[in-house]
């Protein structure tokens, strides 16, 4: 078996050096809105810190599928019945990258990205999914606050009782 300690030390590098990336950006609105990582953001941050580990990365394979449903919409103005065209386009991208370390050591990595457009950026969005979480998968990335599940042991806490309805404790 083919030893590939370079690229083991600089991926445990990155993933030291990365402890985190925050949820930056508002997606969508109202109350189906939520708080998303950037592409933007991860590949500034893992980036710079695979540069500094003789880290690189090159895309090597893709295989996609693309589905498009299209239907008619129609709206009143002023009395008046107008029918529109509609469609959305929905891209499923499985990739392949290979993660390259200045040794000449590499290793294959996979990334899976969806997207819905109306018109031609679902395949777009799928791939940017892909590598964007291929990147926090392979480092170990968290996202967003990270919050401590920890800060209290749970032996501080008392086992509570299930009582059922005749008050007999189970």
């Known amino acids: 078996m083919e030893t590939k300690a370079n690229i083991a030390k600089a991926i445990i590098a990155v993933m030291k050096a ?9 997606v969508g609105t109202g109350n189906s809105s939520y ?5 933007q953001q991860v590949k500034k941050v893992i980036g710079t810190a695979m540069e500094k580990n003789g880290l690189c990365i090159i ?5 996609a599928t693309t589905k498009i449903e299209r239907w008619e919409e129609t709206t009143v103005w002023d009395n008046k019945p107008t029918v529109k065209q509609k469609q959305q386009v929905f891209t499923e991208a499985t990739t392949k990258y290979l993660l390259l370390h200045e040794s000449g050591e590499s290793i294959e990595i996979v990334g899976y990205g969806h997207g819905v457009d109306s018109q031609d950026k679902s395949a777009g969005k799928a791939t940017t999914y892909a590598l964007k979480y291929a990147l926090l998968y392979t480092f170990l990335v968290p996202t967003g606050k990270i919050d401590d599940a920890d800060k209290h042991a749970s032996d501080e806490y008392e086992t509570p009782i299930k009582q059922v309805a005749n008050d007999s404790i189970i």
Do not use: Q, R
């Not at 708080?35 to 592409?39: E, H, I, L, R, S």
């Open 18 to 26: 990365v402890v985190g990336v925050e949820k930056d950006l508002n």
């Open 35 to 39: 708080k998303g990582v950037g592409d």
């Open 59 to 63: 895309p090597i394979g893709i295989e």
